[in-house]
């Protein structure tokens, strides 16, 4: 049932075949481990399940979302890195999973929570209410302080999943000082696609020549071509100083053919 609701969804998303099958048949080869963790009681499963609470104005889009007598599970599947050095899931994601169960309480007060990873395996990530309702006040109430005081201070963790990234000014200031680490930028002097829909792209930065490679999961905005301009989000340097850049499948990547135009200043 859950590939099945996979390979639905995307198709439904227009995701190419080749990475579709590849993604389907790694979670099929997991299925085994996530039945062992899921329950019994399970009727019915859906893909891609957009879920949102209006008085907040919190959202998100549950990848598996499993439910059954008085029961339900959401299952995230992941590409790329979960954890840290120690193996304690990365704070995005616990993050993240919080605000899904948050989000259907309605539907089972404390719902399981699971993170497929096709690299790693299946594991849960235990979750309490007080952590979800905690993760919710935290965000409702960054986002207040940062609407009555809507000071840009760009940093690693304030910046890493703002939408506003590829046009704010000051951000892109703190890349090239360094301290955000997260980043890169430059203008595309050759791509060369490779299998699943990776790419390994050159640009020209400010400083050097970098090479970046995108794996197939990351998001990409605008057109891929030699002479646009390019910034690159949630990507890390393999080695420092080697200029050498991985985007795995939460990197986003935006190219423009003119220059940007920056906000913020």
Request: charged content about 25%; aromatic content about 6%; hydrophobic content about 40%.
């Amino acid at each position: 049932m859950i590939v099945d609701q996979f390979r639905v969804s995307a198709e439904a998303e227009g995701l190419p075949l080749g990475r579709t099958r590849i993604l389907a048949a790694s979670l099929e080869t997991r299925l085994q481990d996530l039945r062992s963790v899921l329950d019994v009681r399970i009727t019915g499963a859906s893909a891609e399940e957009e879920v949102a609470d209006d008085e907040t104005r919190i959202r998100g889009k549950i990848d598996i979302f499993c439910t059954g007598p008085d029961y339900a599970a959401v299952i995230d599947i992941k590409t790329g890195r979960t954890t840290d050095d120690e193996g304690e899931f990365l704070k995005e994601i616990t993050t993240q999973l919080a605000v899904y169960c948050w989000l259907i309480r309605a539907i089972s007060p404390l719902p399981k929570a699971v993170i497929v990873s096709i690299g790693k395996g299946v594991r849960e990530l235990p979750m309490t209410s007080d952590f979800a309702d905690s993760t919710i006040s935290q965000l409702i109430e960054a986002r207040s302080q940062a609407m009555l005081n809507p000071v840009t201070k760009p940093a690693d963790d304030a910046c890493r999943f703002c939408a506003l990234r590829p046009v704010c000014g000051p951000h892109w200031a703190e890349v090239s000082a360094g301290k955000i680490t997260d980043a890169v930028e430059g203008v595309v002097t050759r791509v060369e696609p490779g299998a699943g829909g990776q790419f390994m792209i050159q640009l020209e930065s400010k400083a050097a020549t970098l090479v970046l490679r995108i794996l197939e999961n990351a998001t990409i905005d605008g057109s891929l071509t030699v002479g646009a301009n390019l910034r690159a989000v949630r990507v890390r340097q393999k080695e420092p100083d080697s200029g050498r850049w991985i985007g795995r499948d939460s990197a986003a990547i935006y190219c423009v053919e003119g220059a940007f135009e920056n906000a913020f200043s």
